[in-house]
């Protein structure tokens, strides 16, 4: 499955060709195009953050409260 990353820049691309373009016959093409990518990205889920936490991170509990003042 592509990501949703790539397929929003594939749509710009497109739209961008599509506005630069004097052929409407292409330019309609591409804006098709164009749709039917957008109708693929509302299917793909966003996606989940992958960053690595530090070690002394545990993100199934929350972080202590430090008392005021020290």
Do not use: C
Not at 38 to 44: A, D, G, P, R
Not at 56 to 63: G, L, M, R, T
Request: aromatic share 4%.
């Amino acid at each position: 499955m592509l990501d949703r990353a790539y397929l929003v820049r594939q749509i710009r691309t497109l739209l961008k060709f599509a506005k630069s373009t004097s052929d409407p016959r292409m330019a309609a093409f591409l804006m098709d195009k164009a749709i039917h990518l957008k109708s693929q990205v509302e299917e793909v889920p966003p996606a989940t953050d992958r960053s690595p936490l530090a070690p002394d991170v545990d993100p199934e509990k929350p972080e202590p409260k430090v008392p005021p003042g020290l």
